[in-house]
């Protein structure tokens, strides 16, 4: 078993559990949009200078299919998500987001045509049963309001991304997928450039430090080491991992916020590792 694709998704999962406290918390001072360009901005101008860098010759059909991975992935994704998140918890948020790899197999399955082993089907069904007992000691009522409807929206947008990219990646590798994916989906967000950078100028030492932690963990690193699990997995089995983030949320909580999780915590975190665990045997036993 090759050790690489599993360190990063669990990169992946560490930083992105991190970040919904994170943008929970800059959306008392920022409004969505300038939110999402302030975490994006650096990325894309990264990725836009590697892939010029590279003069690697794309046709006009993979440009079309790197405008609609960014424009789903990164700015309709942000865009409903951040709303979303400014009327719901970041518990209840994580929550509904980390419903994605659902919408991923149903993609595969319905649309894509793609065979999915009956196992997979028993595994996501037991890893949302323990996702939805872990939330109801995190304000469960909040999951009931109109932005939930926002963020399922976007954890739709995030499994159609999932299953665009993969291709690309086939084809042109995790690099510059990665790099053209940020340039097409920051593009429109540059609307709010002049509000972003105005409010980012008077932001506190704090939220300074909670917008470089986006930047550069969760947004720069958390979509490499993503999208290389992506390009090795595929988009179904990939997503699939995603439920672990809840479960790494309860130990970061435990270990530096000494916070104890309680029983029905506990009980969903192990329904999520055990149906997490007989997957990864049943797959590569």
């Known amino acids: 078993m090759t050790i690489k694709p599993f360190f990063y998704l669990l990169i992946t999962i560490l930083v992105w559990g991190s970040s919904f406290p994170a943008m929970s ?82 993609i595969g399955f319905y649309l894509l045509k793609q065979k999915i082993k009956a196992y997979y089907w028993v595994g996501i069904i037991i890893c949302i049963v323990g996702v939805f007992i872990i939330s109801l000691e995190r304000q469960l009522d909040t999951i009931l ?7 399922f929206f976007a954890a739709f947008l995030t499994a159609s991304y999932f299953h665009i990219v993969k291709p690309l990646i086939d084809k042109y590798g995790v690099a510059i997928s990665l790099s053209l ?42 979509y490499y080491t993503w999208t290389y699990s992506v390009g090795y997995f595929g988009a179904n089995k990939a997503s699939f991992f995603l439920f672990l983030i809840p479960v790494f949320s309860i130990i970061i909580d435990y270990l530096f916020l000494e916070n104890l999780p309680s029983l029905t915590t506990l009980l969903g975190g192990s329904l999520i590792l055990s149906s997490v665990s007989i997957i990864l045997y049943l797959n590569f036993k």
């Not at 309001?145 to 963020?151: P, S, T, Y």
């Open 25 to 106: 918390y800059l959306l008392k001072d920022l409004n969505p949009m300038e939110l999402a360009l302030g975490r994006f901005l650096l990325p894309s101008i990264l990725g836009l200078l590697y892939f010029l860098k590279t003069k690697l010759n794309i046709s006009m059909r993979d440009y079309l299919h790197f405008f609609l991975s960014g424009f789903f992935g990164i700015f309709l994704y942000n865009f409903f998500l951040n709303t979303g998140q400014t009327s719901i918890s970041a518990g209840a948020s994580s929550f509904i987001v980390n419903c994605n790899p659902l919408f991923a197999f149903l």
């Open 145 to 151: 309001n109109e932005g939930a409807f926002l963020i």
């Open 181 to 222: 994916t940020l340039v097409f989906g920051t593009i429109p967000m540059l609307f709010w450039f002049n509000s972003t950078l105005n409010s980012v100028s008077v932001l506190d030492e704090k939220s300074i430090f909670a917008l470089v932690w986006l930047t550069l963990f969760p947004t720069l690193l958390g």
